[in-house]
């Protein structure tokens, strides 16, 4: 199974802070990389699909790049909402389609 | 507007078995792929199943053998049927649309295992 990384596991930053978690897969997954926000209590949702396309809906300060192994999402300006874990999840040919462990980023 | 609601958590005996029930609304389960996705108190997302369009199904390895995904067109719901239930299968278990993207999710149900 490939096997998903992400770095750092917890961030402090502040509002209007530009921050960014890493994701490395285990194995080449060209662009099949995900990126999700999760909120206590609630669901994952959506933000970056194949590594660097915005969903719709998600604010333009959200950005994926990467390919093969490494990846990036990065925030350019932290908002209040943005405070959450964020999982990175490959979805390369066939399942299981695995999350890394999660970035949690915490107000400073 | 999509929905997707998860019944049938609870509390559990370790050996024990669990259905969980996913009803949709706003998308189709028979065109439509649908897994889940399940998270341990505390901890990360783990994919556990996913059936296709098409009929195939993959568990992962965690629960092969002893979960089973299955869907009922008539009534627009996905069921995973989990056996011989285990103290680290205590999670919150959400079903979800699509296979290698998740766009939508449903409000999770929790499954607790212990005696």
């Known amino acids: 199974d490939i096997q998903m990384t992400q770095s750092p596991s917890s961030l402090s930053a502040s509002v209007g802070d530009r921050v960014t978690i890493t994701c490395r897969a285990s194995?080449?997954?060209?662009?099949?990389l995900n990126w999700y926000q999760q909120r206590p209590g609630k669901a994952p949702k959506l933000l970056i699909y194949?590594?660097?396309s915005l969903q719709s809906g998600v604010p333009s300060r959200f950005s994926g790049s990467g390919s093969g192994t490494d990846f990036t999402l990065t925030i350019s300006s932290l908002q209040p909402e943005d405070f959450a874990t964020y999982y990175c999840?490959?979805?390369?040919?066939?399942?299981?389609?695995?999350f890394g462990q999660g970035t949690k980023l915490e107000i400073k | 507007e999509v929905q997707l609601v998860e019944t049938g958590g609870g509390l559990i005996q370790p050996g024990g078995s669990l259905r969980l029930s996913c009803a949709a609304s706003?998308?189709?389960?028979?065109?439509?792929?649908m897994s889940w996705v399940r998270q341990a108190p505390g901890q990360g997302l783990e994919w556990v199943s996913v059936?296709?369009?098409?009929?195939?199904?993959y568990y992962a390895d965690s629960v092969k053998g002893r979960f089973t995904i299955s869907r009922d067109n008539s009534k627009n719901t996905v069921y995973l049927q989990m056996n011989s239930l285990r103290a680290d299968d205590t999670a919150v278990y959400y079903c979800?649309?699509?296979?290698?993207?998740?766009?939508?999710w449903g409000q999770g149900a929790l499954v607790t295992v212990s005696s």
């Open positions: 979800a649309r699509g296979s290698i993207t998740f766009e939508y």
């Open positions: 706003g998308v189709s389960v028979s065109s439509d792929y």
């Open positions: 059936i296709y369009t098409g009929g195939a199904i």
């Open positions: 194995q080449n997954i060209d662009s099949y």
């Open positions: 194949a590594a660097s």
């Open positions: 999840q490959q979805s390369y040919i066939t399942p299981p389609y695995t």
